[in-house]
């Protein structure tokens, strides 16, 4: 099954703006939204955020999410050491009538 | 609070069997689909299989259709993964899931002689 697309890697400063880009097309990213997933080595997945904007409790406000079209992105403020981690997007594809994953892109937080 | 607790994982030869185990608790575990995901040593996560509520409907990752079967025992409140003819490239942490929003700490499955 196809996946969602996300850059690999994305570097920033402490405090500064990270924004995680994921790709998907009309049967999943622009039919449902996507679920973020924040991941620390050795830690199974997080919800960050579901349906694209949507905040669970708990989580910080320095997130945010938003979608345009097949296109969905997860903001972060304000970067903190504990922010370094792998981010993935999820989507439920509509066609495939399966859960389609995005590669991940690894934050470093320099 | 909800809790997902996968137990089964292990070391197995190519082309054996192994069956995992999901318990759920803190939820209306029959109102809910399931998913299992699984992320190989490094790689990212990939979906397996979802199973709906009822257990009725099942959804498989074409990686594992017609060797691996979901289940679920809502009496229970216990998912199943069986899995045949496993391979090396099977072997990954498998995640219980109610996707996105829980997730289990994992079982570790490794397939080799």
């Known amino acids: 099954q196809a996946g969602l697309t996300q850059p690999p890697s994305v570097s920033k400063g402490l405090r500064q703006t990270a924004t995680f880009i994921c790709t998907g097309n009309?049967?999943?990213?622009?039919?449902?939204?996507v679920a973020w997933l924040q991941q620390h080595q050795g830690h199974p997945p997080k919800l960050l955020s579901y349906?694209?904007?949507n905040r669970p409790s708990g989580i910080s406000a320095r997130l945010s999410a938003s979608r345009s079209g097949n296109t969905a992105s997860l903001t972060i403020t304000g970067l903190q050491p504990e922010d370094e981690a792998d981010y993935y997007c999820?989507?439920?594809?509509?066609?495939?009538?399966?859960?389609?994953f995005g590669g991940g892109t690894k934050l470093t937080v320099l | 609070e909800v809790q997902l607790l996968e137990s089964g994982g292990g070391l197995v030869q190519p082309g054996g069997s192994l069956r995992l185990s999901c318990a759920a608790s803190?939820?209306?575990?029959?109102?809910?689909?399931i998913s299992w995901v699984r992320q190989a040593p490094g790689k990212g996560l990939e979906w397996v299989s979802t199973?709906?509520?009822?257990?009725?409907?099942?959804f498989y990752a074409d990686s594992v259709k017609g060797r691996f079967t979901i289940s679920r025992d809502n009496s229970r409140n216990t998912l199943y993964l069986h899995m045949n003819s496993l391979r090396a490239e099977d072997t990954a942490i498998y995640y219980c899931?109610?996707?996105?929003?829980?997730w289990g700490q994992g079982t570790l499955v490794t397939v080799s002689s």
């Open positions: 899931a109610k996707m996105a929003d829980y």
């Open positions: 349906r694209s904007n």
């Open positions: 009309s049967n999943n990213v622009g039919d449902q939204g």
């Open positions: 199973i709906s509520g009822g257990g009725g409907s099942t």
């Open positions: 999820s989507a439920w594809d509509s066609s495939l009538s399966a859960w389609v």
């Open positions: 803190g939820f209306t575990f029959s109102s809910y689909a």
